[in-house]
């Protein structure tokens, strides 16, 4: 986390240098109040001129009284201004001195016995060395620091200096990744009846949240903002922001309030809004450090709009600020991230742009590792010399593709050439500068595994694999990819308690698996490829969907486990299309079987175009265009392995699709005679690893069925007229208990499945699948029950976790449109629901179709015993030979995910 100190823990330390005049005459004698006047209003002469930010004045006055304290032998005040002197000598990049201040502060202290008058003033300097700790970039050491204040407040009974320091404690947690920890610490100390975190919604704060707050209890909340943004709760986050927005008096408060409200308005890709918050904040800020911070996150926008002249004017103040900055942590981090911002904008930029300098970014990262070395900040210097090996990896990779002419090269876009104005004064070879880049990756990496950053540790190993495969040392290369792939599954509590991640998995996380899976897959059909290889592909290709369902939830929802076909059923083919940047890979696993691989040479760009016209073909019911569009997927996914398919009796086709494929409707592929489900069943899985699939269980076939006729003319949802006709075709199969219409609400749902199990649980209602969460939801007649709400339902069902439901079905739903990763969601109620079993739909398909299919399906499942796979198929086919829905359109749509027997 890039300015770990951001301008509310400064608040915090002048709020405690407005608090201690106050501390210091209530702990002193009437007759030492006199004696010793003099000095003391030299001490709040000090803190003046500190809080105006003259800090050589300041430090100037508290030297001479630390000087006439030691002469009177006043052990206790000598140590308070001590710890103010660290203080100041900080600010000002003095860390020799401010760490043999608040040495000898402490040591004197903690000489005298801890009674009322010293315990105070002991706490307020642990609180002040936790300071400088996380400002040098030892968040470990200053927690321990911040634990040890807030047990010496308990024992002085100080309720506002505990509150202090564990916003304090909140912070070092946020900084080591802790965020979960971070979040319980601050709602603890700042609600009654604490919440978890989880659990804190806008409904539960209001009641908790004062309409007066004082200046500590602004930052307190403040901070707990800034935690649910990070866990991705953006509505609590925004309206406590918003809540004490009214409330704040200080201009430095207003201005940290004003910039994590950009934070969140950019989250929420209100972009302009977001400026306008980012340039209040830059307008009222009067200290350096958050204005600086504002600044920056002003440019990182300038830069994504692509508006260059701006962003050139805001660059100029930008280094004259930092030119300003006293030696400390801001002033590494925000060099190093200052670098990263002007890389992004030579790769935004094109030749005829106002272009960044190579040079100036490289100055920006030597800078920040010699600053970093001074302060010991390791974290700082790793970033710093990794992100110097990342500039000339650019550097090289720019040469590269302008030598070659390419415009896709086998793992890398050539089209993301990086732009510099300086980048004809490179006398070196592209060779060369990756080799430098290696080292540089090499020695950060060393220095980031020793100390256990693995947040960094596996950006190193993403990057030195990317360096490794441009010199050509392909087998090296994938030495370095797997070790990211392994660091990331360790990282997998923080990345799922950080929305930061949530909002860069698609460019953070993801590139990983599939630049490994393009090293280790073949580059074409002549390739041959180990099994060991091929197997280790398999594995990968497991883990992403893993961890793709993972981010979807932003929590740690499904565990992969190896799993042979041959024991799940000997009759299943899994296929595996991936889609890579510069072409198709289609990996196949049969019962006993060596895996198959198959390529097809094709941009991603005119994949998903091709993917995206079958099924719109299908969806506006075209004549014949969707027969074409069906041949070539039929090409691309079966047509390689029919023979083995045919050959090993092949009767199941189970798809682990990728990307665009979890949107097509795999049923309706065409060989020019016949649909794919007239030969074989169909089901898709979000990964075989994910799952454990057994036969339906012999345990009857009691439904629970939810459904709505009557429309929402305040939601714009048409009526599903026909919703009764399917519950009658069902009754007539299947004993059944059903909520219709008023009957279908949450807490008759809660209820019902409080006292008995289904193996089956149907809704007939809208309902929708994206790519968040929480749009991805069933309407029932009081409220939308998103997936997360309805897994804790369907849990009640089966609480002891002995009968879970084995058939979940969503006969109206759809994916939602212009979402090209929503059918994420129908994976994710498949995974996270509870079922072992999920039958939906890809859109929403005539209701009297529904009726149909529906009353086919439960027919086949309960009369003739199939498994749920075959039992759909016959009910796609009864469709197929209706002469009013042969059309794909009617029965193509539904899909079963999930256990397949």
Request: glycine share 4%; net charge negative.
């Amino acid at each position: 986390m890039l300015f770990i100190i951001p301008s509310l823990l400064r608040f915090l330390l002048l709020l405690f240098l407005s608090l201690s005049l106050t501390l210091s005459w209530s702990i002193l004698p009437l007759n030492r109040i006199i004696a010793a006047s003099p000095p003391l209003v030299q001490e709040q002469q000090g803190r003046e001129w500190y809080q105006q930010g003259e800090i050589n004045q300041a430090i100037a006055t508290w030297l001479n009284i630390v000087q006439d304290y030691q002469k009177q032998g006043d052990i206790l005040s000598q140590g308070r201004v001590l710890s103010y002197l660290a203080l100041a000598y900080s600010q000002l990049g003095q860390w020799q001195q401010a760490n043999r201040s608040i040495n000898n502060s402490l040591e004197l202290l903690q000489s005298q016995s801890q009674d009322n008058q010293t315990l105070p003033i002991l706490a307020e300097a642990l609180n002040i060395q936790g300071t400088l700790l996380l400002a040098k970039g030892d968040p470990l050491s200053a927690l321990s620091s911040w634990e040890k204040a807030t047990e010496t407040y308990k024992k002085g009974k100080d309720h506002s200096g505990i509150l202090r320091t564990n916003i304090n404690q909140a912070r070092a947690l946020q900084a080591l990744g802790l965020y979960t920890q971070a979040c319980q610490k601050l709602a603890n100390q700042l609600i009654n009846n604490p919440l978890k975190c989880y659990e804190l919604t806008i409904d539960n704060i209001t009641p908790q949240l004062p309409e007066s707050l004082t200046l500590l209890e602004q930052a307190g909340w403040l901070s707990l903002s800034q935690i649910l943004r990070q866990q991705g709760n953006l509505d609590s986050s925004q309206f406590i922001l918003n809540n004490i927005l009214s409330q704040v008096s200080s201009s430095e408060v207003k201005a940290s309030i004003l910039y994590n409200l950009g934070q969140n308005l950019e989250l929420q890709n209100d972009i302009e809004e977001a400026k306008q918050n980012y340039q209040q904040s830059i307008l009222i800020s009067t200290n350096l450090e958050s204005k600086l911070k504002s600044q920056l996150a002003q440019l990182n926008l300038l830069i994504t709009q692509q508006s260059w002249t701006d962003a050139q004017q805001l660059l100029i103040n930008l280094e004259n600020n930092l030119l300003q900055l006293p030696l400390n942590q801001t002033k590494v981090d925000s060099q190093i991230y200052l670098a990263n911002l002007l890389l992004k904008w030579s790769n935004l930029a094109n030749s005829s742009n106002l272009l960044p300098s190579w040079k100036k970014i490289q100055t920006f990262l030597k800078n920040a590792q010699q600053e970093a070395e001074i302060l010991n900040y390791e974290k700082g210097i790793i970033y710093a010399i990794g992100d110097l090996g990342k500039l000339y990896e650019k550097l090289a990779f720019t040469q590269t593709c302008q030598r070659q002419n390419t415009v896709i090269s086998h793992l890398f876009d050539c089209s993301q050439i990086y732009y510099f104005s300086d980048i004809n004064q490179i006398n070196i070879t592209s060779r060369e500068l990756n080799q430098r880049a290696k080292q540089l990756t090499e020695q950060a990496l060393i220095k980031s595994q020793a100390k256990q950053f693995n947040n960094i540790t596996y950006l190193l190993q993403w990057q030195l694999g990317r360096i490794l495969y441009h010199l050509e040392f392909k087998k090296e290369a994938i030495s370095a990819y797997l070790g990211a792939v392994n660091t990331l599954e360790a990282l997998r509590d923080d990345l799922a308690n950080n929305r930061e991640y949530k909002f860069s998995f698609q460019e953070k996380v993801e590139p990983v698996y599939r630049e490994l899976l393009s090293l280790l897959l073949p580059k074409n059909n002549q390739e041959v490829v180990s099994q060991i290889t091929l197997e280790e592909a398999r594995q990968q290709i497991e883990a992403l969907q893993a961890a793709q369902l993972n981010d979807f939830f932003n929590d740690i929802c499904v565990e992969s486990e190896p799993v042979d076909i041959a024991e799940i059923d000997p009759n299943a083919a899994i296929i595996y299309p991936l889609i890579l940047n510069d072409r198709l890979a289609v990996l196949v696993s049969l019962p006993d079987q060596s895996l198959r691989v198959h390529i097809t040479q094709i941009s991603q760009e005119e994949l998903e175009k091709q993917v995206k016209q079958f099924r719109y073909n299908i969806v506006i019911r075209s004549q014949r265009a969707f027969f074409d569009d069906g041949k070539v997927l039929y090409k691309w996914l079966i047509e390689p392995f029919l023979n083995e398919l045919q050959k090993n009796k092949i009767e199941t086709l189970v798809f682990v699709p990728d990307g665009i494929f979890r949107n097509a409707p795999m049923s309706a592929l065409y060989d020019g005679q016949k649909y794919l489900i007239e030969n074989y069943q169909v089901a898709l899985s979000p990964g075989l690893s994910l799952l454990s699939p057994k036969p339906l269980q012999n345990q009857g076939l009691n439904t629970l069925f939810g459904g709505l006729t009557e429309t929402f003319e305040q939601e714009g949802l048409v009526p599903l007229f026909y919703v009764k006709q399917e519950l009658n075709a069902i009754q007539k199969q299947v004993p059944t208990t059903d909520l219709l219409n008023e009957k279908f609400t949450l807490e008759n749902l809660e209820n019902i499945l409080d006292n008995q199990s289904f193996p089956i649980v149907h809704f007939a209602t809208h309902g929708q699948f994206s790519s968040q969460y929480k749009q991805t939801y069933i309407v029932a007649w009081d409220s939308y029950i998103n997936v997360l709400e309805l897994e804790k339902l369907l849990k009640e069902n089966d609480p002891r976790g002995n009968k879970p439901i084995e058939l979940l079905i969503l006969s109206a739903c759809e994916t939602a449109s212009g979402d090209s990763r929503a059918a994420l969601g129908l994976a994710g109620f498949a995974v996270r629901a509870g079922a072992r079993s999920t039958l939906a739909t890809l859109w929403s398909v005539n209701d009297q179709a529904t009726a149909e299919i529906m009353e086919q399906f439960y027919q086949q499942l309960s009369t003739n015993k199939l498994s749920k796979a075959e039992a759909l198929r016959q009910a796609q086919l009864s469709m197929l030979k209706n002469r009013w829905y042969k059309h794909p359109f009617y029965w193509s749509a539904y899909t079963l995910v999930g256990n397949w027997l």
